[in-house]
């Protein structure tokens, strides 16, 4: 195996583990001047598929192509992250099982649809309008309301967190007394005697004669 840093022509195996249906070996330089450890993988090349697009034009089965497909039908939704690769093998697989050294786009295409529709349903609908090339809104409409008749949250899509309305949950209980919610004592009303300007007057007098008398 060669280098992919310095060229060298030779390398050696140090580690080997099976990784879904490839092989990952670790592998380091036998160069002394180099001495840097990579990772390669190995997959089992099976006999030559092509594809026929819908122009007549024929060319090679591309897994990265496929999985690039599938992986921009399921952007940004709840699915777990090995969901698409896992996908796409079941697709690989069912194809060179089957025998043809030739398949059409449009069946592939349906191989997939089929399991995005157990998957994901938006992922399905993304990716339904791009091969079934929906002409109006009501072939799309016609899709959706198919879809939604059956539509079922799968394992492979995420749990979301949700709050609990339980009847345990939603017991009512007395809140507590605050600042504004505590009751005050009324206030008893403090009566000051009023004195009329004529008793002041005479209660002035008096006064002054009993300093007088004294």
Known sequence: MRCPFCGFNDSKVVDSRDVDESIRRRRECLNPDCAVRFTTYERVQAVALFVEKKDGTREEFSRQKLLAGVRTACEKRPLAPTAVDALVDDVEQELYKQGDPEVKTTVIGEMVMARLRN???????????????????????????????????????????APDFSATSLRLRPAAPTTRTRTRRPVRPVQTPVVEIGDRRSADTESKRERRAK
């Open 119 to 161: 998957l994901d349903p938006i992922a399905y609908v993304r990716f339904a309008s791009v091969y079934r090339q929906f002409t109006d809104l009501a072939d799309l409409q016609a899709e959706l309301e198919s879809l939604a008749a059956a539509a079922k949250p799968t394992a492979a899509q995420l749990p979301l967190s």
